[in-house]
């Protein structure tokens, strides 16, 4: 007891130190904003709609396929919500009677008119082409003319689907397009899920979807047909396979042996892979899925969540031969030979059905002997890897090590979707000021032969910039190499209002100054698991902190309309939350602390920010006043983080003996 209450002083003078001591005393100059020229296309205009009116038809094909039919009436759709004028649809059995924008694969195409290429375009790809005075909107009959419906809408009609909840429509009364177009667009990536905010793609959330051209298999809401359909590749784990009470109690053998000797079951569990019995209860669960589902994409084969490895002699035969004995993933050794045994049996089936895994805890290692057929996709996970520096060139621990396990996968495998963290994982709310590493990593993993990345979020909220960081990775995913600047430059101003260029201006600072940043002569990290204190997640001087303080009040003073308020106050919440947990600016020891976390706790709640991580939400504010938990620090307003036990204490005395020795 004593010594605990030693180390509780020790903290709590270490937090003084930090919040009282100035760092630096020399202040910042204000922040000025940049005058940003906006470009005029001053380049020759049609009009499809002039007034209200227009001599223009959709035209699709009379066999049109459903996502190209989608497609045709999206267009209806916003045109008439920018205009307020219904173009009508016609189908391509009709003989052109004037000016058309021609949708999709038509009889239109041919000799002396245009060509579509649909092989180089894929199944997203898609060319937008004026041809005379008609337009023209073709490209991969799965999605690619949809996505071209929305790039046009984008491109040259000024709409922006920025979140679920923010979508920009013009209205106007004259719509007009630059008189020559001509673009071809296909996508670096075939496999895009940007979904840091995961409800974005999901229910009914399909024009966002669309327009961020996501095609993961978390993008539920366009997974149907008519909006193309999705790219179902997804790793899967054991526990939906083989951990059931039933295998266990009639098979215990099964299950992977520990070091002291016990079989493994359940969420925390992996099966056995060099048991014969084990590998056939694969082979036959892949064949019952493709019989069933002949069209099936992809079957999820992954291992579970865990570092276990069997130990049994076998499997540890395995790992020698395959030269990963000793390191953390040995069972990658053993899941990608029954793998391949799971692969042959489906050629004999003729069943082109792919495999999902991760690279990841038990399976982080590669083998160093066999190698995996081209069905096989690897969602590659470094869990480890620091956010703050580009994964090309940091020299961090984790990340040092992860490129060096990806370096010995892709001698064995083809196919990698980088499984990637985008936000906090201990605390959603807090920073994760990625933006500086983001273009780097996606070029890195596009030179390297990836073909696509996974968001491992599931927040349902707008923290921590998440909107605008999942449109970034959107816009970067289908190309790499887009201008950074231009792409702020267009989600700021109508996203965050007049004071964008103060966000943008917090993005700069936080990412490419103060995270990562070197004390003391050591270059500081921070991965997914790094709380506010982390000194590589921000490290932040007395003079910076005055400095982003005025960022934020001059963004919200100039936020024209109350959603874009809203967005920036959301946004500066994060801020707030790491001055709290790092007892800072007004949430110092010697400022009215308690007074704020009662105000910050009450804004969280207010704006719907109240998602701390994936299964657990802040208190409410009836409980922190009954219980006075804005004594604590926002890392501590769950009870998940408290102990269930504590909600039943009576004061708050009670509640921190409970939290502590309970």
Same mark, same amino acid.
């Given at each position: *007891?004593?010594?605990? *209450?030693?180390?509780?002083?020790?903290?709590?003078?270490?937090?003084?130190?930090?919040?009282?001591?100035?760092?630096?005393?020399? $202040?910042?100059?204000?922040? &000025?904003?940049?005058?940003?020229?906006?470009?005029?296309?001053?380049?020759?205009? *049609?009009?499809?709609?002039? @007034?209200?009116?227009?001599? !223009?038809?959709?035209?699709?094909?009379?066999?049109?396929?459903?996502?190209?039919?989608? $497609?045709?009436?999206?267009?209806?759709? !916003?045109?008439? %919500?920018?205009? #307020?004028?219904?173009?009508?649809?016609?189908? /391509?059995g009709e003989s052109a009677a004037g000016k058309e924008i021609i949708v999709g694969k038509t009889n239109r195409e041919g000799a002396g008119t245009y060509a579509v290429n649909r092989e180089e375009l894929g199944d997203d790809g898609?060319?937008?082409?004026?041809?005379?005075?008609?337009?023209?909107?073709?490209?991969?009959?799965?999605?690619?003319?949809?996505?071209?419906?929305? @790039?046009?809408?984008?491109?040259?009609? #000024?709409? =922006?689907?920025?979140?679920?909840? &923010?979508?920009?429509?013009?209205?106007?009364?004259?719509?007009?397009?630059? $008189?020559?177009?001509?673009?071809?667009?296909?996508p670096a990536f075939v496999y895009r899920s940007p979904q840091i905010n995961y409800n974005a793609c999901t229910g009914d959330n399909i024009d966002y979807t669309l327009a961020n051209r996501i095609t993961g298999h978390a993008a539920t809401a366009v997974a149907a047909p008519q909006y193309g359909g999705?790219?179902? !590749?997804?790793p899967g784990n054991a526990a939906w396979l083989i951990m059931t009470d039933e295998l266990y109690s009639a098979h215990p053998d099964w299950f992977a042996l520990d070091e002291k000797g016990n079989r493994v079951f359940g969420e925390y569990g992996s099966p056995c892979m060099s048991n014969e019995e084990v590998v056939q209860f694969y082979i036959d669960y892949a064949l019952r899925r493709v019989a069933a589902e002949p069209d099936l994409a992809c079957i999820g084969m992954g291992l579970n969540d865990t570092a276990l490895s069997c130990q049994c002699e076998s499997c540890k035969a395995i790992y020698r031969e395959e030269g990963t004995i000793g390191k953390v993933g040995e069972s990658g050794a053993t899941l990608? +030979?029954?793998?391949? +045994?799971?692969s042959d049996a489906l050629d004999e089936v003729g069943a082109d059905t792919k495999f999902g895994i991760h690279a990841y805890a038990a399976s982080a290692e590669a083998p160093k002997k066999t190698k995996l057929t081209d069905r096989t996709v690897i969602f590659f996970a470094p869990i480890g890897t620091c956010y703050a520096h580009p994964f090309e060139t940091d020299t961090y621990e984790g990340t040092v090590n992860h490129r060096r396990q990806l370096e010995e996968w892709v001698k064995v495998a083809n196919n990698f979707i980088q499984f990637d963290y985008p936000c906090n994982y201990d605390h959603w709310n807090a920073p994760y000021p990625l933006w500086a590493a983001l273009q780097p990593n996606i070029q890195y993993f596009y030179e390297n032969n990836f073909i696509g990345l996974f968001n491992c979020g599931g927040a349902e909220h707008d923290t921590s910039l998440f909107n605008m960081t999942a449109w970034l990775y959107g816009k970067l995913l289908w190309d790499p190499y887009r201008d950074m600047e231009a792409l702020y430059n267009d989600f700021l101003p109508l996203y965050y209002g007049d004071g964008w260029q103060y966000v943008r201006e917090y993005i =700069?600072?936080?990412?490419?100054?103060?995270?990562?940043?070197?004390?003391? #002569?050591?270059?500081?990290?921070?991965?997914?698991?790094?709380g506010p204190g982390k000194t590589g997640l921000l490290s932040i001087k007395t003079a910076e902190l005055k400095y982003i303080d005025?960022?934020?009040?001059?963004?919200?003073?100039?936020?024209?309309? /109350?959603?874009?308020?809203?967005?920036? +106050? =959301?946004?500066?919440?994060?801020?707030r939350i790491w001055k709290a947990d790092t007892f800072r600016g007004e949430f110092s020891l010697f400022s009215k602390r308690r007074a704020n976390n009662r105000q910050l706790l009450n804004d969280v709640w207010e704006l719907g920010l109240t998602q701390h991580g994936f299964d657990h939400m802040y208190v409410t504010v009836e409980e922190s006043e009954r219980l006075h938990i804005y004594n604590l620090?926002?890392?501590?307003?769950?009870? %998940? *983080?408290? #102990?269930?036990?504590? +909600?039943?204490?009576?004061?708050?005395?009670?509640? &921190?003996?409970?939290?502590?020795?309970?």
């Open positions: *007891m004593k010594k605990i *209450m030693k180390y509780l002083a020790a903290a709590l003078a270490l937090l003084i130190l930090i919040g009282t001591i100035p760092v630096s005393a020399k $202040a910042m100059a204000p922040f &000025v904003p940049k005058e940003i020229d906006i470009a005029v296309d001053a380049a020759p205009k *049609m009009s499809l709609i002039k @007034d209200g009116q227009s001599e !223009y038809a959709i035209v699709r094909g009379a066999d049109a396929s459903p996502s190209e039919i989608t $497609a045709a009436e999206k267009l209806q759709e !916003y045109m008439e %919500r920018i205009s #307020g004028y219904r173009l009508p649809i016609v189908t /391509d898609f060319i937008l082409r004026t041809v005379g005075e008609n337009i023209v909107i073709a490209g991969g009959e799965k999605r690619g003319t949809l996505y071209g419906v929305f @790039d046009f809408l984008e491109k040259f009609l #000024g709409c =922006r689907w920025f979140s679920n909840e &923010v979508i920009i429509v013009p209205e106007v009364k004259t719509v007009a397009v630059p $008189a020559e177009i001509d673009e071809l667009e296909v999705i790219v179902d !590749y997804q990608v +030979r029954m793998l391949n +045994r799971v =700069r600072i936080t990412s490419e100054e103060l995270t990562g940043r070197e004390v003391l #002569g050591v270059t500081r990290h921070f991965d997914r698991t790094c005025g960022l934020w009040a001059s963004a919200k003073a100039l936020a024209a309309k /109350d959603w874009q308020l809203t967005n920036v +106050r =959301r946004a500066e919440v994060s801020y620090t926002p890392r501590y307003w769950t009870w %998940r *983080m408290l #102990g269930n036990s504590a +909600r039943e204490a009576k004061n708050f005395p009670q509640l &921190v003996w409970r939290w502590i020795f309970d």
